[in-house]
């Protein structure tokens, strides 16, 4: 770690010109002599460096350093209350926060301010991104499992030129905006499923179905199974095959287990924990039941493998025939463990988001009918017509991030907010905070849509890393467009068939596991 000599060295070699937020000096004149290394590069105006030492953040006890505050009865950071935890550490400390001295697991420094932010995330542009995520899936990927990931494990708890490598496979296909468009139909399809089954669920007075989340779950999945696998999985039937509800069961488990795992001290690394256990047999339910599917969509695909690739081949089909089946199997078990549970939570907030604001439901609707009709279908040219649609989940996503956080391991000492951060230090971009500041968005604690359309951005546009829910640069999102896709498609539907209400006690947000409405979400749907 960089300590004060280090810093001190830097400031006796005097400023350097900002060239904006980030200064890359020449090697020549940059290299620190910080503990970190020769070859350490600096970002950053040295003037008015302050050492990390200074950083301002919850003090560590001796020992426990500050892994005791998220133990149960005597600590006070709840995992799945960490919204209010970083809420407190910004009302405490400021824009910039240490949280040292965690067994096991590097330093994290909050920054809750939408400049820090863009710093960081433009100062990586040249780098390789490497998001502190998931050392126990790293674990499974290139220990337990090795034999069947191999060196390519795919993108997610993978870092450096095999994340790259295994990234530039894949991002071209995902990212293209006509790929996304070619599942509009499928994701449609899919939609309609979801809405008759809730329909048929719904108690005779218009309660949703009892279980009315993992419902959404289902729908989730079934979306996710027609992009990845080019398969109808059948979960919205009323007799689902047995594997469907086990692999929804899996993924819940594994994001239930991930943040345990990681942010209280990793005894998992010394023993096997019965958090540990549960984790590693619910990675193993995921690879074995998707393993199933992709076999079958390969052997449907094998039979149109001599076709020419025409403009309408899936997702699937251009994996294949630009790469090999490991390959796509690989994507479609990342693409099953992060794609699930972040659209079924976007979609609960908003369906909830919605039953809470009946004027801009209203507006929806009016929108939805204007470009749908009352019962028409949803297509590609209908979506780019539906601006309120697109500002609603927008908002959703701004206030209710379902990623509450996102983060980046320094790969090199780096200046940020004015303080020298070491090499190997978790920068964490507490997006929930930021994205709820009265500074970034007036009235910040009220729903309001409008904020997004183009008139209003014209005339007070958003500050650009002040609300992030898909992250960004090199390591954002690769499924945003599949995301988005599937959200606005389904929440028109919803919005064209119910009007929904919600009259029970309101429901507190957790990240359970992600960050949405915890609590049986009882809406009542009054069919349109
Ligand atoms: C509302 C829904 C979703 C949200 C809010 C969301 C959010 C995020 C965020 C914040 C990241 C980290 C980005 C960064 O580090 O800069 C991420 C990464 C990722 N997401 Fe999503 N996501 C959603 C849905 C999906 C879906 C449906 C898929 C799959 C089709 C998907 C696939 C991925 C993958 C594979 C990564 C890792 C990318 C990499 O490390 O290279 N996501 N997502």
């Known amino acids: 770690m960089a300590g004060p000599a280090a810093w001190r060295s830097l400031l006796a070699r005097g400023p350097r010109p900002l ?9 020549s004149t940059a290299t620190p002599s910080s503990a970190a290394g020769d070859d350490a590069v600096l970002h950053g105006s040295v003037n008015d460096v302050r050492g990390y030492d200074e950083v301002p953040g919850p003090r560590p006890v001796p020992f426990l350093g500050n892994s005791w505050r998220f133990l149960p009865v005597v600590g006070n950071y709840r995992i799945e209350q960490m919204d209010k935890v970083c809420l407190g550490l910004h009302r405490q400390y400021g824009d910039i926060v240490k949280v040292a001295g965690l067994l096991g697991r590097p330093d994290m420094v909050f920054v809750f301010d939408a400049d820090l932010i863009e710093q960081v995330f433009r100062g990586e542009d040249a780098l390789l991104p490497v998001r502190p995520s998931m050392p126990s899936l ?21 870092h450096g030129p095999k994340w790259l490598e ?5 991002q071209q296909v995902m990212l293209q905006p006509r790929t996304a468009k070619l599942y509009v139909g499928a994701i449609q399809d899919t939609a309609d499923s979801f809405v008759r089954r809730v329909r048929r669920l719904r108690s005779p007075a218009g309660d949703a179905p009892p279980d009315f989340v993992n419902e959404i779950h289902k729908w989730s999945l079934e979306s996710i199974a027609r992009v990845a696998l080019d398969a109808r999985l059948g979960c919205l039937d009323d007799r689902p095959p047995a594997d469907t509800q086990a692999l929804i069961d899996a993924v819940n488990t594994f994001f239930m287990n991930v943040g345990v795992l990681e942010l209280k001290p990793p005894l998992w690394k010394i023993f096997p924990t019965p958090t540990w256990k549960a984790y590693i047999r619910a990675l193993d339910d995921i690879t074995n039941i998707t393993s199933g599917y992709i076999t079958r969509a390969l052997d449907a695909l094998r039979e149109t493998e001599h076709a020419e690739l025409g403009p309408d081949a899936s997702l699937l089909q251009r994996v294949l025939a630009s790469h090999d089946a490991r ?41 939805v009918v204007r470009v749908l009709g009352p019962d028409g279908a949803v297509t590609a040219s209908a979506l780019e017509d539906m601006p309120y649609l697109r500002a609603v989940l927008k908002e959703v996503l701004r206030m209710y991030p379902v990623v509450i956080g996102n983060g980046r391991t320094l790969t090199e000492d780096t200046v940020v907010g004015g303080y020298l951060i070491p090499k190997g230090t978790q920068i964490i971009f507490q997006h929930y905070v930021a994205s709820n500041q009265d500074r970034y968005f007036p009235e910040a604690g009220r729903f309001r849509p409008e904020r997004w359309l183009r008139e209003h951005q014209a005339a007070c546009p958003a500050h650009p890393f002040a609300s992030l829910p898909f992250g960004y640069g090199r390591r954002m999102c690769i499924g945003r467009r599949f995301a988005e896709l599937e959200l606005h498609t389904v929440v028109a539907k919803m919005v064209q068939n119910f009007r929904m209400e919600y009259n029970k006690a309101p429901l507190p947000y957790r990240v359970h596991p992600m960050y949405m409405p915890h609590g049986p979400l009882q809406l009542t749907l009054h069919a349109r």
Do not use: C, M, N, W
């Open 138 to 158: 790293d674990a499974f990927k290139h220990g337990i499992r090795k034999d069947f990931f191999g060196d390519l494990a795919g993108v997610i708890a993978v």
């Open 19 to 27: 060239l904006g937020h980030v200064v890359r000096p020449s090697t």
């Open 327 to 367: 390959t796509a199997h690989i994507l479609a078990i990342d693409l099953f463990l992060v794609g699930i549970d972040t659209t079924s939570a976007a979609l609960s907030s908003a369906l909830y988001q919605l039953a809470l604001h009946p004027e801009q439901q209203e507006k929806l609707h009016g929108e």
């Open 166 to 170: 295994f990234r530039t496979r894949v």
